[in-house]
């Protein structure tokens, strides 16, 4: 691959900019010149096209192919929410309008977007009020946690620990460590966390639990019940990690169970491509007793209709992110909701959950599936039996790209040996399950037949096997044009 530098032919022209009326020297002090030309490539239009044409094609996402990457929930976005939240009534207004005098009702359409959006977060999880300003999951989670730390506080509660279990998303232990708690881990047990082991671990210093349901086994926690009553003994707060909601919209409402705080993804559970790191959002919701220590400001609906913003709030702990956080990611959650209604939403999860098992199922007889029975939006397989032909998770993920797939996410969670974590999400057909799954026991049938075919895997794509660890901290973002590319 050469960057469209190493491309460039000294001469050669795409555009013909048109003569400025006034030289740059009558309009920019001396000192603010230029001594030589720009260092820009040279090249024709086409030159261009090509090139940018290429690299598009080199990216590989949900819209141009199956992307089961368990736990992140790769799902496709449909189109008419970019619309939406890009109608220039949202797109083309300050965002510190409504900071001005005057400025809330210039912004109402924007301030009473925030408001619904956050109603309807509110009714879907069944909890008292939401705080849109988080932009991520974890910083969702961090912003939950200094919540229940707040609540304490002004309890008079003094309180350190927090449990997290070890099939928890592993930002929940980094947020709860990060607000200052020490983290307690427990076992879970068949998949799950259990009462008994829970009960051993808690005492008056326990401020919280933070419960990803469904867990990283992709299994819905059955004993929320007597979790919830088992905290509440030692007024301890619950934590509900629903990044992965997508799988109970409509069919859960965590704070009818009993839980106090609780984030969901939205890049992952309403609309919004991401990866890479952004963009995101990761809404806060919490029960009656936290609702007077959310960030602030809080946008309001005055009894005439109107949209206000509260600043008045001595117990909040503060803002937590710029503005309202993410805007244009809330109004793309915000118009799927409205185009989706309440059972397009539960919809949505039940063919994320019968994607998710119909995929259990037909791999069942190939690949170890380590919990073996009704899973939500993911489940997680296992490759250790193939070890012993010297084929481990990661030959068989680089195998998948050959076949035009992008790999399930692997190695995680780490409660699983060589785990495989699918995820298929609602809104493939069947048609393309079966091909990622004809895909996936073809490659397992190889192991046995020809695992040397495996292990050289990728042979397709511009670059093979990287050393990851080494991609990450010597990162080489720069070509040396003197060496050619
Ligand atoms: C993705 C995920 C997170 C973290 O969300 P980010 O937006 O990546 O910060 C937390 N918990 C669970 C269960 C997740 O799947």
């Given at each position: 691959?050469?960057?469209?530098?190493?491309?460039?032919?000294?001469?050669?022209?795409?555009?013909?900019?048109?003569?400025?009326?006034?030289?740059?020297?009558?309009?920019?002090?001396?000192?603010?010149?230029?001594?030589?030309?720009?260092?820009?490539?040279?090249?024709?239009?086409l030159d261009v096209v090509r090139h940018y044409s290429l690299l598009s094609r080199l990216n590989y996402g949900v819209d141009s192919n199956f992307y089961p990457l368990g736990s992140c929930t790769m799902k496709y976005n449909p189109k008419f929410t970019e619309v939406a939240a890009g109608f220039k009534e949202?797109?083309?207004?300050?965002?510190?309008?409504?900071?001005?005098?005057?400025?809330?009702?210039?912004?109402?359409?924007?301030?009473?977007?925030?408001?619904?959006?956050?109603?309807?977060?509110?009714?879907?999880?069944?909890?008292?009020?939401?705080?849109?300003?988080?932009?991520?999951?974890?910083?969702?989670?961090?912003?939950?946690?200094?919540?229940?730390?707040?609540?304490?506080?002004?309890?008079?509660?003094?309180?350190?620990?927090?449990?997290?279990?070890?099939?928890?998303?592993?930002?929940?232990?980094?947020?709860?460590?990060?607000?200052?708690?020490?983290?307690?881990?427990?076992?879970?047990?068949?998949?799950?966390?259990?009462?008994?082991?829970?009960?051993?671990?808690?005492?008056?210093?326990?401020?919280?639990?933070?419960?990803?349901?469904?867990?990283?086994?992709?299994?819905?926690?059955?004993?929320?019940?007597?979790?919830?009553?088992?905290?509440?003994?030692?007024?301890?707060?619950?934590?509900?990690?629903?990044?992965?909601?997508?799988?109970?919209?409509?069919?859960?409402?965590?704070?009818?169970?009993?839980?106090?705080?609780?984030?969901?993804?939205?890049?992952?559970?309403?609309?919004?491509?991401?990866?890479?790191?952004?963009?995101?959002?990761?809404?806060?919701?919490?029960?009656?007793?936290?609702?007077?220590?959310?960030?602030?400001?809080?946008?309001?609906?005055?009894?005439?209709?109107?949209?206000?913003?509260?600043?008045?709030?001595?117990?909040?702990?503060?803002?937590?992110?710029?503005?309202?956080?993410?805007?244009?990611?809330?109004?793309?959650?915000?118009?799927?909701?409205?185009?989706?209604?309440?059972?397009?939403?539960?919809?949505?999860?039940?063919?994320?959950?019968?994607?998710?098992?119909?995929?259990?199922?037909?791999?069942?007889?190939?690949?170890?599936?380590?919990?073996?029975?009704?899973?939500?939006?993911?489940?997680?397989?296992?490759?250790?039996?193939?070890?012993?032909?010297?084929?481990?998770?990661?030959?068989?993920?680089?195998?998948?790209?050959?076949?035009?797939?992008?790999?399930?996410?692997?190695?995680?969670?780490?409660?699983?040996?060589?785990?495989?974590?699918?995820?298929?999400?609602?809104?493939?057909?069947?048609?393309?399950?079966?091909?990622?799954?004809?895909?996936?026991?073809?490659?397992?049938?190889?192991?046995?037949?020809?695992?040397?075919?495996?292990?050289?895997?990728?042979?397709?794509?511009?670059?093979?096997?990287?050393?990851?660890?080494?991609?990450?901290?010597?990162?080489?973002?720069?070509?040396?044009?003197?060496?050619?590319?």
């Open positions: 691959m050469q960057t469209v530098f190493a491309k460039s032919v000294p001469g050669r022209l795409g555009v013909v900019p048109e003569k400025p009326a006034r030289s740059a020297g009558d309009m920019l002090p001396a000192d603010l010149l230029r001594t030589g030309a720009p260092a820009l490539p040279e090249l024709s239009e949202f797109s083309g207004s300050h965002p510190l309008l409504p900071e001005l005098s005057g400025g809330e009702g210039q912004a109402a359409g924007n301030l009473e977007a925030v408001w619904l959006t956050e109603r309807l977060l509110a009714e879907i999880t069944g909890m008292k009020a939401f705080t849109l300003q988080p932009m991520a999951g974890a910083q969702g989670e961090l912003t939950g946690i200094l919540l229940i730390a707040a609540y304490h506080r002004a309890r008079g509660n003094r309180k350190t620990r927090i449990i997290c279990p070890d099939s928890a998303h592993g930002t929940n232990p980094a947020s709860a460590a990060l607000a200052g708690y020490e983290v307690v881990n427990i076992e879970s047990r068949d998949g799950l966390v259990d009462p008994e082991v829970l009960s051993g671990a808690l005492d008056d210093s326990v401020a919280g639990l933070m419960m990803t349901c469904p867990n990283t086994l992709g299994l819905f926690e059955k004993n929320l019940p007597e979790i919830v009553r088992l905290l509440r003994r030692v007024d301890a707060l619950l934590y509900y990690d629903g990044a992965n909601f997508n799988a109970c919209m409509g069919r859960l409402r965590v704070g009818d169970v009993g839980f106090d705080v609780v984030h969901v993804n939205l890049h992952k559970t309403m609309a919004t491509p991401h990866g890479g790191g952004g963009p995101g959002s990761g809404p806060v919701g919490v029960s009656e007793r936290l609702l007077p220590f959310l960030p602030g400001p809080r946008v309001v609906r005055n009894s005439d209709g109107s949209f206000a913003l509260q600043r008045d709030l001595p117990q909040s702990i503060g803002r937590v992110a710029p503005f309202y956080g993410n805007f244009a990611v809330c109004l793309k959650a915000l118009a799927y909701m409205l185009r989706c209604g309440k059972e397009g939403l539960a919809r949505a999860s039940d063919y994320a959950v019968l994607n998710a098992n119909y995929v259990r199922a037909r791999l069942g007889g190939y690949l170890e599936v380590p919990y073996d029975r009704v899973c939500m939006h993911e489940f997680v397989c296992s490759a250790a039996s193939l070890g012993e032909k010297g084929v481990h998770a990661l030959d068989i993920a680089k195998a998948l790209l050959d076949r035009g797939f992008h790999a399930p996410t692997i190695y995680f969670p780490l409660i699983v040996k060589e785990c495989l974590m699918i995820e298929p999400t609602e809104t493939e057909s069947k048609e393309t399950l079966d091909a990622f799954c004809d895909a996936l026991i073809s490659i397992v049938k190889s192991a046995d037949s020809d695992p040397r075919s495996l292990l050289d895997a990728p042979l397709t794509l511009p670059v093979r096997r990287l050393d990851e660890t080494r991609a990450a901290r010597s990162m080489v973002l720069t070509e040396d044009l003197d060496k050619g590319a």
